[in-house]
T-cell receptor, first 114, second 109 residues
Framework: NAGVTQTPKFQVLKTGQSMTLQCAQDMNHNSMYWYRQDPGMGLRLIYYSASEGTTDKGEVPNGYNVSRLNKREFSLRLESAAPSQTSVYFC?????????????FGSGTQLSVL | GQSLEQPSEVTAVEGAIVQINCTYQTSGFYGLSWYQQHDGGAPTFLSYNALDGLEETGRFSSFLSRSDSYGYLLLQELQMKDSASYFCVITDSWGKFQFGAGTQVVVTP
């Protein structure tokens, strides 16, 4: 049982390049999330998906797009990377109903934009 | 809007008790949870309170007072491995989770 799997673990981009962060969960969860964490700070929500086929903006969506490809997969795309997007990115999932109080996280992607 | 406040750092010796307070402001409050994060790792779930009162999980306990918009995490019998960041997190009625800035707990011998 893998839980939440994120790829890649590390990435270096030049300003203006694009990339997609992949995330998949095998727990049959309805909700999935993308967060970013900057040094010494908490996690800030970029986008979330309450169920397959729906996505909504979080606190810091500018410069990002997402796709909820199916119930398992939720990808985050940077169309034109900027140095301000240097951060650690975490994907997470949670159940709905009675299990909705708990987030399960992937291991994170450390992204540097030069 | 939503906001959470928690102390930035707490230092304590092994075997001691530490309390991390969290105050919040939000609409559509559903519950308060706590997560632990070691350096370089992902956050992991510790506890959750939807109702007023105390929840105990081993050496860790969490408390919530909805009327005061206040909660705390209590770490007992501190161990070196408890050195980490601890986040209070609001779950809202729409299923979103908002994180506080985190409290760095430093355990000294």
């Amino acid at each position: 049982n893998a839980g939440v799997t994120q790829t890649p673990k590390f990435q270096v981009l030049k300003t203006g390049q694009s990339m997609t962060l992949q995330c998949a969960q095998d727990m049959n969860h309805n909700s999935m999330y993308w967060y970013r964490q900057d040094p010494g700070m908490g996690l800030r929500l970029i986008y979330y998906s309450a169920s397959e086929g729906t996505t909504d903006k979080g606190e810091v969506p500018n410069g990002y797009n997402v796709s909820r490809l199916n119930k398992r997969e939720f990808s985050l795309r940077l169309e034109s990377a900027a140095p301000s997007q240097t951060s650690v990115y975490f994907c997470a999932s949670s159940d709905s109903g009675q299990g909705r109080e708990k987030l399960f996280f992937g291991s994170g992607t450390q992204l540097s934009v030069l | 809007g939503q906001s959470l406040e928690q102390p930035s750092e707490v230092t304590a010796v092994e075997g001691a008790i530490v309390q991390i307070n969290c105050t919040y402001q939000t609409s559509g409050f559903y519950g308060l949870s706590w997560y632990q994060q070691h350096d370089g790792g992902a956050p992991t779930f510790l506890s959750y309170n939807a109702l007023d009162g105390l929840e105990e999980t081993g050496r860790f306990s969490s408390f919530l007072s909805r009327s005061d918009s206040y909660g705390y995490l209590l770490l007992q019998e501190l161990q070196m491995k408890d050195s980490a960041s601890y986040f209070c997190v609001i779950t809202d009625s729409w299923g979103k989770f908002q994180f506080g800035a985190g409290t760095q707990v430093v355990v000294t011998p």
